[in-house]
C-alpha cells in the first residue's frame, strides 16, 4: 500500500507534502473571500487607543511569556544538557513557578480585561476539556515514541512502505 506522502517523499522531495496542498487551500480562499460576511455583535468600540492598549493585558503578558520560556528550557535542558539536581534547571522551575503565580493574581486582579478571565478558570467544562486534551496529548506522545522506535529499527525500508 502506498500513501502519497510517503510517495512524495521517496520520489521528490518532503516539500511537496506541502506543495500538493497549496492549489485546494487557493479555491478554498476563492470561495471563502468573497462571500464571508462578518456581522458584529454590538456597536462599535468608540474607546480610545490607551484604553484599548489597557485591554491587551501587557501585565499579564510580561509575566507569561518568560515562564513559559522558563518552563520550556528546564524541560528540554534537564537531564540531557544539565542535571536534574544543577541549580540552573531549578532556578528555572522555580522562577518559572513563581511567575505563573504572579500571571494567576493579574489575572485574577484584572477580571474581565485579563487574557483569561477568572470565570473561565471556574468553568468545569473548560477543566474537563483541558484534561481531556492533556490525557489526548499524552496518549499521542506515547504513540509517536514507539512509532518512531520502530521506523528507526526498520532502517532498510523506504518511507512510502511504512504509510
Known amino acids: 500500500m502506498l500513501s502519497m506522502g510517503g510517495a512524495f517523499t521517496d520520489h521528490l522531495t518532503w516539500r511537496w507534502c506541502f506543495y500538493i496542498n497549496l492549489p485546494f487551500g487557493a479555491v478554498t480562499a476563492a470561495f ?16 480610545t487607543w490607551r484604553q484599548q492598549l ?42 518559572a513557578c513563581l511567575l505563573i503565580i504572579g ?10 480585561d485579563a487574557t483569561v478571565p477568572p470565570r473561565i478558570f471556574l468553568n468545569r467544562n ?4 483541558a484534561w481531556f486534551a492533556a490525557m489526548l496529548g499524552a496518549a499521542f506522545f506515547v504513540l509517536i515514541f514507539y512509532l ?9 525500508l523506504r518511507v512510502s512502505m511504512l504509510m
Do not use: H, M, N
Open 54 to 95: 489597557k485591554k491587551f493585558d501587557l501585565e499579564g503578558t510580561a509575566l507569561f511569556l518568560p515562564a513559559v520560556i522558563c518552563l520550556l528550557l528546564a524541560l528540554q535542558w534537564g537531564g540531557s544538557t544539565y542535571a536534574w539536581k544543577s541549580g540552573r534547571i531549578i532556578a528555572l522551575l522555580v522562577i
Open 126 to 129: 473548560v477543566w474537563g476539556s
Open 103 to 112: 500571571f494567576l493574581g493579574i489575572q485574577w486582579w484584572k477580571q474581565e
Open 32 to 47: 471563502i473571500i468573497p462571500f464571508f460576511q462578518v456581522s458584529r455583535r454590538g456597536k462599535k468600540d468608540e474607546s
Open 148 to 156: 518512531r522506535k520502530f521506523s528507526l529499527d526498520i532502517t532498510s
